[in-house]
């Protein structure tokens, strides 16, 4: 795991000042605090922070071919290499290092920008063709390893690992996006392209930039909408399913424990994370190390259902536990780390987990990409059924389903059964932006008038905003596929990415490098030949993992409900906390007050307070969203 960076100005007389490398660098140091080096071609400049996993001595990065004529800056781990170094040697190339990254020079000089299909793998790299002066960016299926970027009008181009990074040149200044504030409000998160720094945009996954005296273009090198529509045929029937599940899912954790330093299981106690640890254990052969996270005095925390596996595994299990004060003391600084507002508060405890396996271990293996791929939320049921019921209460008389949804609207917002009811077919039609894109949001769009300021607003388009589009063109692109196959294909292209987001910056944080074997391309593929049944049956989510995991987990692993890393931040701000909430939420001087209405927030505030209806996730956004803008000042200011 590492931290690139790197500057290319469109103009060949100009050449890359080293002093703005070294600035972008010093903020990426947590990234790689191993080794560092730069690389400079005239107008093209790629810098490096490295934490050496793979070719401990020699990997040193930026990395040539055997002219120096190609260039690579790389962040990530190519887990098909010792295959491709093989192939390729046998066809006449001659390595320098064990890096697996030297592979992708290797494979780019035989097939060009098609090699990035080739690879099986985490990966963001910069790679600097020097014979033809272009400059590719490429970024791996999912975007389990971040990248960003920034073109100027006259096309320089600025890219790094983090944001923070684009911001320590003297060319990119912090600017609100003021357009993707109420989809972040709504989603935690921005689709596509879009950050809420206007300007400053991520490369997709499964995409690569090319650059080339300032002319840009974006291709994408692979699609799972191939595989969502893929001809029937394909599909494997449900007896089949575990057996090819099993072989791949063990492939796939043996192939990321490629590694020439320690590595361990960050293990929550739930399935994924469980069945990764035991697929390990039999693999390492030696002692797993383990390690859990709790919260202080509540019941929120996995910490008993982590024991219970590291017992079944025999591991060497680590644990910390975080306090209501640490939790919070340490918001501001992973906000820094995260470079937007922090989506999960489970992403201050994966840090605090981090810190904990990095004085052992260099390397975590996690289960996260499970419940995209298999289908472990609940949501994932309520919807079906929700669509299900729908398509029948659609064919009632129209008058009775409007006195139905008058009745439902008639009851107190405050009301346990309204809430629960105004997320059914009972309050809203049958269509996908109704009972999925926007029911499961923080906020809903009709909540945006009340909580955006008339400016604010009228920015967004008074309403017009298009909060979904990111999900709709999903939905679009999977139009061939069944109703839950749509569903987790959205998730993996959206919300997953986001979660992956939190895990690199978390565990990069910490400055340990985490892999997730759930994800490997391989695996993906054989998710979405599945049939659905394998994933969701006799309301039984994940069957075909619980299915595998039988004779391997104990039953109390198996059959747990799902908590999805669950922390106490909602009871810690209405008590201990709670001058988070008037600080940061209801402050009228606090930097991202005027973006809001006032007497909105005050009244979640009271009725989280009071115990009426838990708002942590909405309070949470505000809090968060404020911690960012004391970061970035100029970030709510600037017009």
Same mark, same amino acid.
Request: hydrophobic letters at 40%; aromatic letters at 10%.
């Given at each position: 795991?590492?931290?690139?960076?790197?500057?290319?100005? #469109? !103009?060949?007389?100009?050449?890359?000042?080293?002093?703005?490398?070294?600035?972008?660098?010093?903020?990426?140091?947590?990234?790689?605090?191993?080794?560092?080096?730069?690389?400079?071609?005239?107008?093209?400049?790629?810098?490096?922070?490295?934490?050496?996993?793979?070719?401990?001595?020699?990997?040193?990065?930026?990395?040539?071919?055997?002219?120096?004529?190609?260039?690579?800056?790389?962040?990530?781990?190519?887990?098909?290499?010792?295959?491709?170094?093989?192939?390729?040697?046998?066809?006449?190339?001659?390595?320098?290092?064990?890096?697996?990254? !030297?592979?992708?020079?290797?494979?780019? @000089? !035989?097939?060009?920008?098609?090699?990035?299909?080739?690879?099986?793998?985490?990966?963001?790299?910069?790679?600097?063709?020097?014979? #033809?002066?272009?400059?590719?960016?490429?970024?791996?299926?999912?975007?389990? $390893?971040?990248?960003?970027?920034?073109?100027?009008?006259?096309?320089?181009?600025?890219?790094?690992?983090?944001?923070?990074?684009?911001?320590?040149?003297?060319? *990119?200044?912090?600017?609100?996006?003021?357009?993707?504030?109420? @989809?972040?409000?709504?989603?935690?998160? &921005?689709?596509?392209?879009?950050?809420?720094?206007?300007?400053?945009?991520?490369?997709?996954?499964?995409?690569?930039?090319?650059?080339?005296?300032?002319?840009?273009?974006?291709?994408?090198?692979?699609?799972?909408?191939?595989? *969502?529509?893929?001809?029937?045929?394909?599909?494997?029937?449900?007896?089949?399913?575990?057996?090819?599940?099993?072989?791949?899912?063990?492939?796939?954790?043996?192939?990321?424990?490629?590694?020439?330093?320690?590595?361990?299981?960050? /293990?929550?106690?739930?399935?994924?994370?469980?069945?990764?640890?035991?697929?390990?254990?039999?693999?390492?052969?030696?002692?797993?190390?383990?390690?859990?996270?709790?919260?202080?005095?509540?019941?929120?925390?996995?910490?008993?259902?982590?024991?219970?596996?590291?017992?079944?595994?025999?591991?060497?299990?680590?644990?910390?536990?975080?306090?209501?004060?640490?939790?919070?003391?340490?918001?501001?600084?992973?906000?820094?780390?995260?470079?937007?507002?922090?989506?999960?508060?489970?992403?201050?405890?994966?840090?605090?987990?981090?810190?904990?396996?990095?004085?052992?271990?260099?390397? *975590?293996?996690?289960?996260?990409?499970?419940?995209?791929?298999?289908?472990?939320?609940?949501?994932?049921?309520?919807?079906?059924?929700?669509?299900?019921?729908?398509? $029948?209460?659609?064919?009632?008389?129209?008058?009775?389903?409007?006195?139905?949804?008058?009745?439902?609207?008639?009851?107190?917002?405050?009301?346990?059964?309204?809430?629960?009811?105004?997320?059914?077919?009972?309050?809203?039609?049958?269509?996908?932006?109704?009972?999925?894109?926007?029911?499961?949001?923080?906020?809903?769009?009709?909540?945006?008038?009340?909580?955006?300021?008339?400016?604010?607003?009228?920015?967004?388009?008074?309403?017009?905003?298009?909060?979904?589009?990111?999900?709709?063109?999903?939905?679009?692109?999977?139009?061939?596929?069944?109703?839950?196959?749509?569903?987790?294909? *959205?998730?993996?292209?959206?919300?997953?990415?986001?979660?992956?987001?939190?895990?690199?910056?978390?565990?990069?944080?910490?400055?340990? !490098?985490?892999?997730?074997?759930?994800?490997?391309?391989?695996?993906?593929?054989?998710?979405?030949?599945?049939?659905?049944?394998?994933?969701?049956?006799?309301?039984?989510?994940?069957?075909?993992?619980?299915?595998?995991?039988?004779?391997? /987990?104990?039953?109390?692993?198996?059959?747990?409900?799902?908590?999805?890393?669950?922390?106490?931040?909602?009871?810690?701000?209405?008590?201990?906390?709670?001058?988070?909430?008037?600080?940061?939420? /209801?402050?009228?001087?606090?930097?991202?007050?005027?973006?809001?209405?006032?007497?909105?927030?005050?009244?979640?505030?009271?009725?989280?307070?009071?115990?009426?209806?838990?708002?942590?996730?909405?309070?949470?956004?505000?809090? &968060?969203?404020?911690?960012?803008?004391?970061?970035?000042?100029?970030?709510?200011?600037?017009?």
């Amino acid at each position: 795991m590492c931290g690139i960076c790197g500057i290319a100005y #469109s !103009e060949r007389q100009r050449s890359v000042d080293r002093s703005h490398l070294e600035a972008m660098m010093s903020t990426l140091v947590h990234r790689g605090p191993d080794d560092c080096g730069i690389h400079l071609d005239g107008c093209v400049g790629l810098g490096h922070r490295r934490l050496s996993i793979v070719d401990v001595e020699g990997g040193h990065q930026p990395l040539s071919n055997e002219d120096e004529t190609i260039w690579i800056s790389a962040n990530g781990e190519i887990y098909n290499h010792p295959e491709l170094h093989d192939e390729l040697t046998k066809r006449g190339h001659r390595y320098r290092t064990r890096s697996d990254n !030297e592979t992708v020079i290797h494979l780019y @000089e !035989e097939r060009g920008p098609a090699c990035f299909g080739d690879l099986r793998g985490m990966f963001a790299f910069a790679l600097w063709d020097a014979r #033809s002066r272009r400059l590719l960016l490429a970024r791996d299926r999912l975007g389990i $390893k971040p990248l960003y970027y920034w073109i100027s009008p006259h096309g320089d181009i600025v890219w790094a690992s983090e944001i923070k990074a684009l911001l320590a040149t003297p060319y *990119v200044r912090p600017a609100l996006n003021h357009a993707a504030l109420p @989809e972040y409000l709504v989603h935690r998160y &921005t689709t596509g392209r879009t950050t809420l720094f206007r300007n400053i945009h991520r490369l997709l996954p499964g995409h690569y930039l090319t650059w080339q005296a300032g002319g840009v273009s974006e291709r994408r090198y692979w699609s799972l909408a191939d595989l *969502v529509n893929e001809d029937a045929n394909r599909k494997l029937n449900l007896s089949d399913s575990q057996e090819a599940f099993e072989a791949e899912f063990k492939d796939s954790v043996r192939s990321h424990l490629m590694s020439d330093v320690p590595l361990g299981m960050f /293990l929550s106690g739930g399935i994924d994370s469980s069945a990764v640890a035991v697929y390990m254990r039999d693999l390492i052969g030696q002692r797993l190390s383990t390690f859990s996270v709790g919260y202080e005095g509540g019941s929120e925390s996995e910490l008993s259902y982590a024991r219970s596996v590291a017992r079944h595994i025999g591991s060497a299990h680590h644990e910390v536990v975080v306090s209501d004060t640490q939790f919070f003391e340490a918001l501001p600084k992973l906000v820094w780390h995260e470079d937007e507002p922090i989506a999960f508060p489970s992403s201050i405890s994966l840090y605090f987990v981090a810190a904990l396996a990095r004085g052992s271990v260099k390397v *975590v293996l996690t289960g996260e990409g499970s419940d995209e791929l298999f289908a472990g939320y609940g949501k994932y049921l309520r919807t079906i059924w929700n669509f299900r019921l729908g398509d $029948k209460y659609e064919r009632l008389p129209a008058h009775l389903r409007r006195w139905i949804r008058q009745v439902v609207r008639a009851l107190p917002q405050t009301n346990r059964t309204f809430r629960r009811l105004e997320r059914t077919f009972l309050a809203r039609p049958v269509d996908p932006e109704q009972l999925y894109f926007d029911n499961f949001g923080v906020y809903t769009a009709s909540d945006l008038p009340h909580l955006l300021s008339p400016e604010l607003w009228a920015v967004a388009g008074n309403g017009n905003a298009d909060l979904f589009g990111g999900q709709r063109k999903l939905w679009m692109e999977s139009a061939a596929a069944p109703l839950l196959t749509r569903l987790l294909y *959205v998730d993996t292209l959206s919300y997953l990415h986001e979660l992956l987001m939190k895990q690199d910056q978390m565990s990069m944080a910490a400055s340990i !490098e985490s892999r997730v074997p759930f994800l490997d391309n391989r695996l993906i593929d054989l998710a979405f030949r599945l049939p659905e049944q394998a994933k969701i049956k006799s309301g039984k989510t994940k069957w075909v993992l619980r299915q595998a995991m039988e004779d391997r /987990l104990p039953s109390e692993i198996l059959q747990r409900p799902k908590m999805g890393f669950p922390t106490p931040v909602g009871r810690w701000l209405a008590g201990s906390q709670r001058g988070w909430i008037e600080d940061f939420a /209801l402050s009228p001087d606090r930097l991202s007050a005027p973006l809001f209405k006032q007497e909105y927030i005050r009244r979640l505030a009271d009725q989280h307070l009071r115990g009426q209806v838990d708002h942590t996730e909405r309070l949470w956004a505000i809090i &968060t969203l404020e911690v960012w803008a004391q970061h970035y000042p100029q970030v709510v200011t600037a017009s």
